[in-house]
């Protein structure tokens, strides 16, 4: 892909430009509701709840106000049905979501351990997940996007990178901004091209939002001081890292940085903590927030989804992440 980075001079690209798109899986989320190890007995389950990193991100940022829409595929099913209407209810566009007569949509069972791990039973590679296509639907909603949303699950769906190679320039070319959640296992690195992939779009990404150690796995180096150099020399202008209950870090490209400290709450379910503040924290700058006020809001948003059973049950709209930051203790 011969793309030139053409960064934007300052920020995201402003909401008005078009929608915050992504691309990538949607599934049904289904949950033992008692702790233990595995499914080899019969069990009482909760679900289906709407779900898939790249379904959740767009739906939080659909609900705090920000234009979105979203690249995926379901089933012609009461799990794809589920998914769509939690979406559209919320404001995402689905016009670019591939309905499939013949593919089921994709699915997870889940069930925590005592300890809070967990196991998981997918069928993503054979359910319509695996369906997700460069289809005219899906160019024109690339022709008017004004931000690309990239996610590392999109690396380990075949067939998802011919859609990235066609939306990087066309967002580009229309002034867009793009962001990458490298949310990548090390060992998936060593596959095909995922290295390489992951470093073209690194060099087109004005903003990068790591969990953790995917920082270092990102940059290539260990050490956060050097971690975030690394990519701001490769063009990056924003890196904001999520800190989990430490909170989450702002770092400009002019050598500025903000510290956000986490809420207090409940856990119930962590799943989408991290899409959810990707969400938030993207629309709300989009929308023309300051960093400070978009770490507030994201970490707010991360903060209140793992109070909910669910991927997505704790999104939240504007005024209830005000009423949640109003009402909620956050760490010294």
């Not at 990239?150 to 901004?177: K, Q």
């Not at 990068?208 to 063009?235: H, M, N």
Request: aromatic content about 6%.
């Amino acid at each position: 892909m011969h793309v030139e980075a053409n960064r934007r001079a300052g920020g995201l690209a402003p909401d008005a430009l078009g929608p915050t798109v992504t691309v990538g899986e949607i599934l049904v989320e289904i949950m033992a509701t008692a702790r233990g190890e595995g499914f080899l007995e019969p069990l009482d389950l909760r679900g289906p709840f709407p779900s898939g990193a790249p379904a959740i991100f767009i739906d939080q940022c659909a609900r705090l106000g920000g234009s979105a829409g979203i690249v995926a595929a379901v089933g012609d099913d009461d799990f794809g049905r589920v998914n769509l209407r939690r979406l559209e209810r919320d404001g995402a566009d689905t016009s670019a979501v591939l309905v499939s007569p013949d593919w089921p949509t994709g699915s997870a069972f889940v069930r925590y351990r005592d300890d809070g791990s967990r196991d998981f039973v997918f069928n993503i590679a054979k359910s319509a997940a695996s369906l997700v296509s460069l289809t005219e639907e899906a160019k024109a909603l690339f022709a008017r996007a004004g931000h690309l949303h990239v996610m590392g699950t999109a690396f380990a769906i075949p067939g998802l990178w011919a859609l990235l190679e066609h939306a990087l320039p066309v967002v580009r070319a229309r002034g867009g901004s793009v962001s990458l959640d490298p949310n990548l296992r090390k060992e998936l690195l060593a596959h095909g091209q995922t290295r390489e992939r992951l470093e073209l779009v690194i060099g087109q990404a004005d903003l990068v939002l790591p969990s953790g150690d995917e920082l270092f796995l990102a940059a290539g180096v260990e050490g956060e001081e050097a971690a975030v150099a690394a990519l701001f020399e490769r063009g990056v202008r924003e890196v904001v890292l999520k800190r989990g209950e430490r909170g989450s870090t702002w770092f400009g490209d002019g050598g500025g940085r903000v510290d956000c400290p986490a809420f207090v709450v409940a856990e119930v379910d962590p799943t989408g903590a991290g899409d959810c503040f990707g969400g938030a924290y993207v629309a709300c700058r989009r929308l023309g927030m300051p960093p400070e006020s978009a770490l507030l809001y994201a970490n707010a948003a991360g903060a209140r989804n793992v109070t909910v059973l669910g991927p997505m049950e704790g999104a939240g709209t504007r005024g209830e992440l005000d009423a949640f930051i109003a009402a909620t203790p956050r760490r010294a």
